[in-house]
Every structure is written in structure tokens, then in C-alpha cells.
């Protein structure tokens, strides 16, 4: 394997490092230091460039990426697509003329996705930066790229461009817009879901803020909305459990967050965001038993929906030595065979690869058919348009208007 015509056959990522860049999935998992400008440091620090230089190099890239301003601020306290900006400022600051990174908009909102994809096309054109992605969520990637590299279910890899891989006829990319699924759109039932005035309180926030909304049986519905809108806590209102809300949560069983657990657990079941945090077991097939005996439903209920969204998966293995796909799916599979009337999913489509999202996508139509009401939180339109009878969006915790 060559980079920039030296062989790299065989080194370790250290010994590339001054090469090639790397942003991995969750860059707020990777940051070493506690503020922008330590992370921009210590990037430079590790290969070795001197300290007056360095000082340099920071304030230069700093002020490329529009960074300025924040050198002084922890890491933690940035946005989503802040710290995207400061993960691929600090891959790139050695002057690292290739740059790889892994779904680098998966975990971002519609506007920073695009000022990502604008900032990388500026660092090729301007920089000479070769730029490979890992994505699965093309969409918006195909108006920007260069050329396609399609990795097929056989590992065997076929090149395309983007103009052809929208168009091809037999490509999964030709579906991406379609309604694929039944949509009945006149719910005839009456509400399963009701909520008035329903407001959930931080310390220091109001993170939803008097909402109304009426979910129907046999209803999918969306909620986007940028990264601290409200989603997540909307979902975790409904749940039930674990927030200071105040309003109305009405459903046919009464209100979730004076249940008993056992009833609200029948009633109402959410993915949440970090989903792996429900792991616990040592084995995948621990997992995969264990819910079918506290879900009471036959032998391999839960596998077949885990299968179905991940395909064939080795029991033997640690559920946090899956990818986070498949730890995904797992909890999808977990969540979903307990068989709830109302299902909350909180960014059920990240690190989903194309195909799991299509048999999610299958899973939650077939749900939609049993009467089940189903909530999205997610980024992902894609997704949604293919799915959600409506779809509400979020802004600083108040529903602004119907998406789409
Ligand atoms: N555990 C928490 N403690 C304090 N504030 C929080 C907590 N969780 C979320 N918030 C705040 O509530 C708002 C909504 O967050 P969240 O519901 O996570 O939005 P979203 O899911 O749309 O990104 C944000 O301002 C966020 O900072
Ligand atoms: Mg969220």
C-alpha cells in the first residue's frame, strides 16, 4: 500500500501519523486534551514540531477552521459540529496531505453536516487534502464527492461516480427517495399517545418547553430538530422515567410516570441515544436469552429481530466488542420484542449500515401495521421520508412546524 508514493505496507498508525489524518465516528470519544488548543497542540507535539513552531501552526489552522475564538474552551462544552471542526483541524494540522474519516456527519444535525461537507471540499481545493469517507448516509455526500467506492456485501469493492451511483439502476442508492413502505395516512383510531403543556426543566435549562401533541395507533412520527433542541428529553418525558417534567402525559393504561414499572414497561419502550448503556451481559447470546425470558415471548424472538436488523453475529462474543451497528441492533432487537403499544427511538438509524436500516425500516412498517405509535428523534430525513406519516420539528424545545 502506498502513500504519496512511500510504502506503508505494514506500519503502525504512529509511524503514518505525520501522513495521514484520521477522524474517527465519535471524535468526542478520541480527544486527548482538555481545551481546543491543548487538542491542537498535542497533535503537533506528537510528531515531534518544535514549540515556537507549533505555537504557529495552532494559530494558523485555528484561525483556518474559524476556531479562534474557542482555543481557550473546554472541549466538552463545543457543539457537535464544533468538535467535528476541532477533531479534523487537528488531524490535518501537521500538514497531513491525506484525510480519512469515518461517518463524519452521522452524529450531526442537518446544518452542521453541511458546513462539515463545506469545510472539507474547502481543505481539497485549497489545500491539496485528499479526502476519503466512510458514509453510509449519501444523500447529501453525493453533491460534494469526487468519485464513489461502493464496499458490497462480499467485501469485493466496485468505483463509481456520483452521478452514475444515483442513477444506476440496480444500485442501493436507487431507493433513497422512494416511499417504499405502506403509509396509511388517516389515523381512524383515537389518540394512544396524548400529551398537554408538557415541559421538562434542568438545573439550568428548559429543555422542552409546553408541548401538545396527540401520537395515533398505527402512526409513525418523526422529530427532527438541531442537536440540543429537545428531542432526547421529549423522549425521556414520555418514557417517564428520570426527568423533572410537568404537564399532561395521558395514554389508554394513564399517565407512564405514575406507573408501576412493570406496566409502564408494557406500555411504553425507548432505544435511547446511547443505547449500549443497556448492555450488561458478557455474551451477545446472554442478551438474546435473557430478553426473550423477560420479554415471555418464545425462544429466539429476540434473535431473529437482531439477525434481521444485523445479520449472523457469533452469541459468543461481548456485547461492547460489537460495532456500534450491531450494539444498535441489539438494543433495537431488546427493546422491540417487548411488544409496547408506544415506541420512543432516539437516533434508532446511527452507524446503521444501508441494509439494517432497510430491514429497520421493515421491522418499524410491520410494527406501524400492528397499531403500534412509534416517535423517531433522528438527523437522518432519509430515513424518515421513507417512514413517518408526519414529522414535527424541534427548536429550543417548542414544536415549530411540520417537516418535509
Ligand atoms: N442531563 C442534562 N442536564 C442538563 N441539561 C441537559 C441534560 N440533558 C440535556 N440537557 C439540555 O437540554 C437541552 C435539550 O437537550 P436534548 O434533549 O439532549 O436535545 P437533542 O436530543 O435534540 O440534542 C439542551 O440545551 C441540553 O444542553
Ligand atoms: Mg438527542
Not at 452524529?107 to 489545500?127: I, W
Not at 451477545?284 to 434473535?303: C, H, I, R, W, Y
Not at 449500515?353 to 428523534?377: C, E, P, T, W
Amino acid at each position: 500500500m502506498e502513500v504519496l508514493g512511500q510504502d506503508i505496507t505494514g506500519f503502525m498508525p504512529h509511524e503514518t501519523a505525520h501522513l495521514i489524518g484520521y477522524v474517527s465516528q465519535q471524535p468526542e470519544n478520541s480527544f486527548v486534551a482538555d481545551t481546543v488548543e491543548d487538542e491542537l497542540a498535542y497533535s503537533l507535539e506528537q510528531l515531534g514540531i518544535a514549540p515556537t513552531e507549533m505555537r504557529h501552526r495552532v494559530r494558523e489552522i485555528a484561525q483556518y477552521f474559524g476556531l479562534e475564538l474557542l482555543l481557550q474552551t473546554p472541549l466538552t462544552n463545543l457543539s457537535g459540529g464544533q468538535q467535528q471542526r476541532v477533531a479534523v483541524a487537528a488531524a490535518i494540522a501537521a500538514g497531513q496531505k491525506l484525510l480519512l474519516l469515518d461517518e463524519p456527519t452521522s452524529a450531526l444535525d442537518a446544518e452542521s453536516s453541511a458546513a462539515t461537507l463545506d469545510l472539507l471540499r474547502r481543505l481539497s481545493k485549497e489545500r491539496g487534502v485528499t479526502i476519503l469517507i466512510a458514509e453510509h448516509r449519501i444523500e447529501r455526500l453525493l453533491e460534494q464527492v469526487d468519485s464513489v467506492v461502493v464496499v458490497n456485501g462480499d467485501a469485493t469493492v466496485s468505483k463509481s461516480t456520483p452521478f452514475d451511483a444515483m442513477h444506476s439502476e440496480d444500485s442501493w442508492f436507487t431507493s433513497r427517495n422512494a416511499k417504499n413502505f405502506p403509509t396509511e395516512t388517516t389515523p381512524t383510531s383515537s389518540a394512544v399517545l396524548e400529551i398537554r403543556d408538557l415541559c421538562v426543566t434542568y438545573p439550568n435549562a428548559r429543555a422542552i418547553d409546553s408541548v401538545s401533541l396527540k401520537v395515533h395507533s398505527g402512526e409513525i412520527l418523526g422529530v427532527v430538530g438541531a442537536n440540543g433542541s429537545g428531542k432526547s428529553s421529549l423522549l425521556w418525558a414520555i418514557q417517564g422515567t428520570g426527568l423533572r417534567t410537568s404537564g399532561v402525559v395521558e395514554t389508554q393504561l394513564g399517565d407512564p410516570r405514575t406507573m408501576k414499572p412493570a406496566e409502564r414497561l408494557a406500555l411504553v419502550t425507548l432505544v435511547p441515544q446511547n443505547s449500549s448503556d443497556l448492555l450488561f451481559l458478557s455474551t451477545l447470546g446472554d442478551e438474546l436469552n435473557e430478553s426473550d425470558a423477560f420479554a415471555k415471548v418464545p425462544t429466539n424472538s429476540t434473535s431473529n429481530i437482531f439477525s434481521a436488523l444485523a445479520g449472523r453475529v457469533n452469541p459468543a462474543l461481548h456485547p461492547r466488542d460489537l460495532s456500534s451497528g450491531q450494539q444498535l441492533a441489539l438494543v433495537l432487537a431488546l427493546q422491540l420484542v417487548k411488544n409496547a403499544q408506544i415506541i420512543l427511538l432516539d437516533e434508532p438509524t446511527r452507524g446503521l449500515d444501508y441494509v439494517a436500516k432497510q430491514n429497520l425500516a421493515r421491522q418499524l412498517s410491520q410494527l406501524k401495521s400492528q397499531g403500534k405509535a412509534i416517535l423517531i428523534a433522528t438527523h437522518d430525513q432519509e430515513f424518515l421520508s421513507q417512514l413517518a406519516d408526519r414529522t414535527l420539528e424541534l427548536s429550543a424545545g417548542k414544536f415549530i412546524g411540520e417537516a418535509q
